[in-house]
């Protein structure tokens, strides 16, 4: 039994067929069953839309059948109210899968002149389906030369069917277009060179269950900043068993990140809102939603709180401190230049002595920038001419500071990441030098960075590992998108870029199972989703300080890092995979089949022959038996004539 039988307890099992042409009273083939009467009459003033209005009229205690003028027989309508669905479909829609309907569609049946889809559907309202709210693109009919505001008829399609739904409400003491009384009125598109075929359903009004069953959360937008002021709105529908939305409900609302507000909503047509505000700390919002007289009844949406850190410089550094790391020397109010492996420094003439007596071959010299420093290693002694020091340089570094993210996940804890860049010394860097890196926790989180595929990304790793997507899904407990940008760099001017990776250290012997050759820091290409560095851990590449585990490895250049575990076991397929931190347990709705009991005289509803269920077909199954045995029938057949004449033979001889 299809989706909308199990879900509507009384249908019109009725199609309609239209046939082309103009006039006021055009006559329309339908069958079907009965217990109430739709009168239905057609007009039409374009060749491309046919107009329909009627009323809901009760049955007589001896049904019969109407003449062939009648525009459509008698249909199964048990009360007034809800709202008529027609389709071009001969299979019944799922009413769960219906989307809005683009008039584009209809312009592909009538053209695109003055009577248009795209110039008839051209409002927008929401339709209420039992506890649903369906937005679509909208045309309110005509009564009395005006547009009517209660007959609206909205266009839907369902996703990947491509099927026209129109969807139009069944009213009380209406007036149609010529003024005569009717519950409902609506038109559709016709081609008249290849007439259309349309099926109508009743989709009745239904008190809506006040006991709620299943609880789901919806976050939008998705991912917003770490900066203490963007906000997401959290969406909480409340359904009961069968799927629909249950009112006055009064649900909770909680969140280990960032601020939410309110913590406690009552549901008004099924539907809590409240409004998430992000820390100013980066990491992922677990936020929670529950029942509150059944905390058992709950859904959790992740909300990512990014932040990028950069690093940048342009042209000559003034007004800083430079430091000579390790000898406690430190400069106030100098001007630095690096240019073309020399460092110079400007200050007074006393502190250009200071700085020279210290800056000897093989000292770092460090200055500030914005987001990080530039940390200079000497290749000889620095020397000082007045108020001037100046030395020739052996390696020049981008030292940024650890970046933190709390992630989800509690195995993980706070994982916190520091990426530096090792340039040569002949290197420029204040010539337009911008560094950022950002950390994620999900693939797909790096949409929001505009990598072009992350899902490749993962599958990538998961080839990597010869398994499926999905066994890695939990294995990669942070990522790290960083992009350097200096004008005119050459690639063999970057000599390395050191990271370092710090967790917790229950991931390390969970997840990695203490073993530091389960752990791999990879680097893939953000463009192309290629794997271009991979490094696997060594005792000497770690380090373990309390509870907490440091991961250490140098690339060559810059893309997308992660560092993932080896998968324990082998996951069969491919392609699959999902996308979730340790998703939680929760209650889902089930969908119940609704029977409907019909009165003793009444006969049952004949479906139309669009609708005759088609003759079975053998499976492949049968198929692939009938063959074998026709086959081994045949191998017999032979076998049994060589063993005839070999016997003929010998017979003979």
Known sequence: MSAIKNAIPVLILVFIIVASGG????????????????????????????????????????????????????????WVGGCLLITDSQRIPNIGHLTAGSPAMIDTVIGTGYD???????????????DRFLPAPTAYTFVNCSESKYFKEGFFTEQGEG???????????????????????????????????????????????????????????????????????????????????????????????GEITPHIATAKDGIANATLTSSTSPGTAVVKSAIA?????????????????EAR??????????????????????????????????????????????????????????????????????????????????????????????????????????????????????????????????YRDLEYLNVSDPYRLKETLAAYFGVDTSAIANNTPIMVHAQLSVTNLAPSEIIGVPISITLHKTWYDTVARSDPGNVVL?????????????????????????DQITFRATFDHFSVFAIVARPATIHPGGGGGGDS?????????????????????????????GLETPEKQPDRDERSYLIWMILLAIAAGILLIIILRRSRNDNDE
Not at 116 to 130: C, D, L, V, W
Not at 195 to 200: A, E, F, G
Request: aromatic share 8%; hydrophobic share 40%.
């Open 293 to 309: 007289t059944r905390t058992t009844i709950y859904d959790i949406v992740y909300v990512p709180f990014i932040r990028t850190a």
């Open 313 to 442: 410089c342009n042209g000559t550094l003034e007004d800083v401190t430079v430091t000579v790391l390790t000898t406690g020397v430190s400069v106030a109010n100098t001007t630095v230049s690096i240019k073309d492996g020399v460092i110079i420094i400007n200050t007074t003439e006393e502190d250009a002595g200071i700085i020279a007596d210290n800056a000897t071959a093989g000292m770092v010299i460090s200055a500030p920038i914005t987001g990080g420093s530039l940390e200079i290693t000497l290749e000889d002694d620095a020397t000082a001419v007045a108020g001037t020091v100046s030395g020739n340089i052996s390696k020049i570094q981008l030292n940024t500071p650890p970046e933190e993210y709390i992630t989800a996940n509690p195995d993980v804890g706070t994982a916190s990441i520091d990426i530096d860049v090792d340039f040569l010394g002949m290197f420029t860097p204040c010539r337009c030098l911008s560094f950022n890196a950002t950390l994620v926790e999900r």
């Open 581 to 609: 931190i340790y998703p939680p347990v929760k209650v889902t709705p089930t969908i119940t089949l609704a029977s409907t009991l019909a009165p003793v005289e009444t006969p049952t509803p004949m479906v139309a022959s």
């Open 522 to 546: 990879f680097k893939i290409n953000e463009t192309t989703g290629e794997l271009e560095g991979n490094i696997t851990m060594t005792p000497e590449s770690i380090t373990i300080t309390g």
């Open 116 to 130: 248009s889809g795209s110039m008839t559907f051209k409002a927008t309202e929401n339709y209420r389906i039992y």
């Open 23 to 78: 006039g006021c009273a055009q006559s329309d083939d339908a069958r079907g069953g009965y217990i109430l009467i739709i009168d239905l009459d057609a007009s039409s003033s374009t060749d491309y839309w046919l107009g329909y209005y009627g009323s809901v009229i009760p049955a007589s205690e001896n049904p019969h059948y109407l003449d062939n003028r009648t525009r459509i027989q008698e249909i199964n309508i048990s």
């Open 163 to 257: 099927n026209l739904v129109f969807i139009v409400p069944v009213v009380e003491n209406g007036t149609c277009y010529n003024a005569m009384p009717c519950n409902f009125q609506f038109i559709l598109p016709n081609d008249p060179a290849s007439p259309m075929r349309y099926w109508i359903y009743h989709i009745p009004t239904i008190p809506p269950v006040t006991e709620p069953f299943a609880i789901s959360l919806t976050a939008l937008p998705g991912i917003i900043k770490a900066d203490g002021i963007e906000t997401s709105t959290i969406t909480a529908i409340v359904t009961d068993k069968s799927g629909r939305m249950v009112n006055w409900t009064e649900i909770t609302f909680s969140t280990a990140l």
